[in-house]
């Protein structure tokens, strides 16, 4: 993108000013380098998110923004219902609430050394990845399915997949209210009756990890992570359900939106007000997804703790926090002085609360919120902390991260998925999936460099690095 | 083991008759796009359909074991584009299906198919991505002026 299309405030913020039917500016939060490597469709999409009745202060962009459906990857946009604001598939994304977990294992990087190989084979041999593979966990009733989309990680834990401790360290404390399983249907509730408890494929990924180095040793501390401590990541989604719920919203939201008066720059910006009978309907369905995505990563949790009981039997793994970066959120800021609720959509970025928001859990609550963002598989991964500055500056949002640098034919073209597991393996990195082809559509090489994104992110203000995670074993689909 | 797929998804030949139908890839950002043409919209949603297939593996190697019927109807060729590959995608991912070979019949904007394939083996298959939805990103069904139809999109994986 060029730079010079944009107006500078700051080195890492960027302006759109509103021109057409904009209704509030663009703000991009990105160096000079990342915008300068930003596809042109960024510009067009946060411009057109700009143009939607009800949207509040500003379009805003991540440093990790790209090209996505109607919103950018990267994108952020808070709508105020008393204004005729709306909500969109295409802020949200097909895969609803998809997300980061971290867990801290109790060991060092050092205690696994000589047992990499047996982990890394025991957890590919178990956790369910890729295309065909069933979870071991079945809904067979409807009762069962409702009842997981009510309770998010909470019903999870009521069924023994994990303990009341991990639900003080997620998001929403497991469960997000207002799900209406009602609104669900019966092809979602299909397609997810044999996905509980899997990892997905493309880039989802459960990644054994060491830390490797620490920004912010008072943050670090109280996120209990040392340098050299050996961690978990575990990166998915709502699965088939919340799939086929984007898939179905979006082809209601396309047809309806002209019906109330919606002139859409980009009909992929299908969306309808919020007050409307399919708005309601798709918040109710998306918040059931967001407790499905809750309740796997929940699911994937304890099948991760069980493999660790028996390789490495000195292992105790919690939970450090569970965020998601494909939802739509309601939640309180202050705008021009008044407190006002909004519907926050945040498209491939992640909720960045600073030290003293109320919605933080009691013992986070004085630090501020983990921000978890991944790398690629073979390159590094980053625990952020949010900023209070982040909350005026961007509604409390961060970026979630890489973004690729070369779309998956051209990946397919550069890199064989042999090559890069060699490679990996060469740097003591253990990759293990079902498909080549998968590997090389994830290259590391395919991928942006996260560090400029976080760096960025920090430099904005939105978000401060606390630690670095280097990948040891990587599990993929 | 190399993948049968590398390098090579790009187009595949048109049949030796004069029927000219066929597929591909088109690259998009993060995801995927699928292209379709033929002598009728019908075929196009065939070729497209394959095109579908070929996200997840070479549809050459997927056998004809059973056949499964789908039926779609929406106000606009567009629209029944989207819906037949949500289609595929959604007996792709409940029922742990792939399909080699589409038989499409549409009439207006009503589509009646068969697709035959087999329950997905994930060693013989080697599937590589898991595709979520059809999007309206690159969304077009149009007759060229030398009468060939295509259907596109791109597909979220």
């Known amino acids: 993108m060029d730079s010079g299309r944009l107006t500078q405030k700051t080195p890492t913020e960027w302006w759109i000013e509103p021109h057409g039917a904009m209704r509030v500016p663009g703000i991009l939060f990105a160096s000079e380098a990342l915008i300068r490597g930003m596809d042109d469709k960024v510009f067009e999409q946060v411009s057109n998110v700009a143009t939607l009745p009800g949207i509040v202060r500003a379009s805003y962009a991540m440093p990790d923004a790209h090209w996505g459906y109607g919103f950018p990857i990267g994108g952020v946009a808070a709508f105020d219902p008393d204004t005729g604001g709306v909500i969109s598939v295409g802020g949200v994304g097909f895969d609803i609430s998809c997300g980061v977990r971290l867990l801290r294992t109790g060991m060092r990087r050092s205690d696994l050394r000589g047992n990499e190989r047996e982990l890394a084979e025991e957890l590919a041999r178990v956790i369910p990845v890729g295309v065909g593979r069933g979870g071991h966990v079945r809904l067979e009733d409807a009762e069962q399915l409702d009842a997981m989309l009510e309770g998010g990680a909470a019903w999870a834990v009521a069924r023994g997949y994990g303990t009341k401790a991990d639900l003080d360290a997620i998001e929403e404390h497991g469960t997000m209210h207002g799900a209406e399983p009602g609104m669900v249907s019966e092809l979602a509730r299909r397609r997810q009756r044999d996905q509980m408890g899997t990892l997905g494929s493309g880039n989802h990924y459960l990644e054994v990890q060491s830390v490797s180095e620490l920004f912010d040793a008072s943050a670090a501390g109280r996120f209990a992570l040392e340098e050299g401590d050996l961690v978990v990541s575990i990166h998915s989604g709502s699965r088939g359900l919340g799939h086929q719920i984007g898939s179905e919203f979006l082809r209601r939201m396309t047809i309806e939106a002209p019906r109330h008066g919606l002139q859409l720059p980009d009909r992929e910006l299908a969306c309808v007000p919020i007050t409307s009978r399919s708005g309601q309907a798709y918040l109710g369905a998306m918040r059931a997804a967001v407790n499905c995505a809750l309740a796997n990563r929940q699911v994937l949790t304890a099948i991760v703790r069980e493999v660790f009981g028996r390789v490495a039997p000195g292992a105790r793994l919690t939970l450090l926090y569970d965020v998601s970066h494909n939802t739509c959120n309601v939640e309180k800021h202050r705008i021009d002085g008044h407190v006002k609720s909004l519907f926050v959509h945040r498209k491939g970025a992640t909720r960045a609360f600073g030290a003293g928001h109320p919605d933080l859990p009691a013992h986070l609550r004085d630090v501020g919120q983990p921000v978890l963002v991944g790398g690629s598989m073979g390159t590094g991964s980053y625990v952020l902390v949010g900023t209070d500055e982040g909350m005026t500056r961007a509604l409390g949002s961060a970026c979630h991260g890489a973004g690729r640098a070369m779309s998956r034919h051209q990946a397919l073209r550069q890199f064989t998925g042999r090559q890069i597991v060699a490679d990996l393996a060469a740097r003591g990195i253990l990759i293990r999936s079902p498909s080549p082809r998968g590997v090389a559509e994830e290259a590391p090489g395919a991928y942006k460099d996260v560090t400029a994104v976080v760096d960025a992110a920090e430099q904005a203000g939105l978000s401060r690095k606390v630690a670095r995670l280097e990948p040891v074993i990587c599990i993929k689909g | ?157």
């Open chain 2, 1 to 157: 083991m190399t993948s049968p797929l590398q390098p090579s998804i790009v187009s595949r030949p048109p049949p030796p008759l004069v029927t000219c139908a066929g597929w591909e890839h088109f690259p998009h950002g993060a995801d995927i796009g699928v292209r379709g043409w033929g002598p009728t919209v019908a075929e196009a949603f065939a070729q497209a359909g394959l095109a579908l297939t070929a996200v997840v593996c070479e549809p050459r190697v997927v056998r004809s074991r059973d056949v499964v019927e789908i039926a779609c109807r929406a106000p606009s060729l567009e629209v029944l584009l989207v819906d037949w590959l949500d289609a595929i995608i959604y007996r792709m991912a409940a029922e742990r299906r792939i399909f080699g070979e589409f038989e499409v019949r549409i009439d207006g904007f009503e589509l009646r198919a068969l697709a035959h394939g087999e329950i997905i083996d994930a060693f013989r298959h080697e599937p590589a991505v898991e595709v979520k939805g059809a999007t309206l990103t690159a969304l077009e069904v149009t007759e060229k002026p030398d009468g060939r139809w295509c259907a596109q999109c791109v597909v979220d994986v």
